[in-house]
């Protein structure tokens, strides 16, 4: 008899799958790092949109209050409140009985 070392096609399997997940894991991580980066770099430049705004705004505002001739009074804080009433899986807030 000889003996051949031939593994089980269930262990082949396996191997293969494990494989196949790992490379998928990577992949996943990978466009993960990207979206992370690519959301950085828009993060500063809409705070960087934002801030001129806020700068030319104060400067205007500034301007206004310089001028001695007329009357002005600043506006006052506008304040957004949002309110989720869904959450991110989509389900509905849960009704309470008191």
């Known amino acids: 008899m000889s003996s051949s070392a031939v ?3 269930s262990s082949v399997m396996k191997q293969e799958y494990e494989k196949k997940r790992e490379t998928i894991c990577r992949q996943q991580e990978d ?3 990207k979206r992370v980066q690519e959301n950085a ?3 500063r430049a809409t705070a960087e949109k934002l801030l001129l705004n806020i700068k030319e705004f104060k400067a205007a505002e500034a301007k206004k209050l310089a001028d ?3 009357f002005y009074v ?3 804080p506008k304040f ?3 309110i989720q009433i869904r959450s ?3 389900i509905g807030p849960t009704q309470r009985r008191s």
Request: avoid cysteine; aromatic fraction near 10%; hydrophobic fraction near 40%.
């Open 7 to 9: 593994a089980p096609l």
């Open 31 to 33: 466009t993960f790092t």
């Open 41 to 43: 770099k828009y993060a």
């Open 68 to 70: 001695k001739d007329n």
């Open 74 to 76: 600043p506006a006052e």
């Open 80 to 82: 957004i409140v949002a």
């Open 88 to 90: 991110q899986k989509k």
